[in-house]
């Protein structure tokens, strides 16, 4: 219910150009299983063998990150605002933090970046 809070609440231009990307594969199962009931797009994720799926089709200009990652969002994204905290009882994470992330950072040849040039490093194993 937070997520599609946070996703709703972005401003139409943003959430038209918006994806939902999050830490974990358990996260982004719960989206896509439970998510188009509520309005959500489907979940990209670079965790175990989500991230086989490959980047989001957007570019990621603006994301709504759903739990913590291995990576910073703060070297990615120049802008990293925490919009909610997600709690549950059945939860196995008691706090999940959902982020909306903005303005990817540039690449080191001063280029514009997307979430497919970076999905190597936003991808991992455990």
Same mark, same amino acid.
């Given at each position: 219910?937070?997520?599609?809070?946070?996703?709703?609440?972005?401003?139409? $231009?943003?959430?038209? =150009?918006? #994806?939902? %990307?999050?830490?974990?594969?358990? /996260?982004?199962? @719960?989206?896509?299983?439970?998510g188009p009931a509520i309005g959500l797009p489907p979940a990209s994720c670079g965790h175990n063998a989500y991230g086989f799926w490959g980047p989001p089709a957007r570019g990621g200009?603006?994301?709504?990150?759903?739990?913590?990652?291995?990576?910073?969002? $703060?070297?990615?994204? =120049?802008? #990293?605002? %925490?919009?909610?905290?997600?709690? /549950?009882?059945? @939860?196995?994470?008691?706090?999940?933090?959902?982020?909306?992330?903005?303005?990817?950072?540039?690449?080191?040849?001063?280029?514009?970046?997307?979430?497919?040039?970076?999905?190597?490093?936003?991808?991992?194993?455990?």
């Amino acid at each position: 219910a937070q997520v599609a809070e946070v996703w709703r609440g972005l401003p139409d $231009a943003d959430r038209a =150009e918006a #994806v939902i %990307l999050t830490g974990n594969y358990g /996260h982004a199962g @719960a989206i896509d299983r439970f998510g188009p009931a509520i309005g959500l797009p489907p979940a990209s994720c670079g965790h175990n063998a989500y991230g086989f799926w490959g980047p989001p089709a957007r570019g990621g200009q603006v994301v709504v990150l759903v739990g913590g990652t291995p990576w910073d969002p $703060a070297e990615t994204f =120049e802008r #990293v605002e %925490l919009a909610a905290t997600s709690r /549950h009882p059945w @939860a196995r994470e008691a706090e999940i933090p959902i982020r909306v992330c903005r303005e990817l950072r540039a690449r080191p040849d001063g280029t514009r970046n997307s979430l497919a040039v970076l999905w190597p490093k936003l991808r991992y194993l455990r």
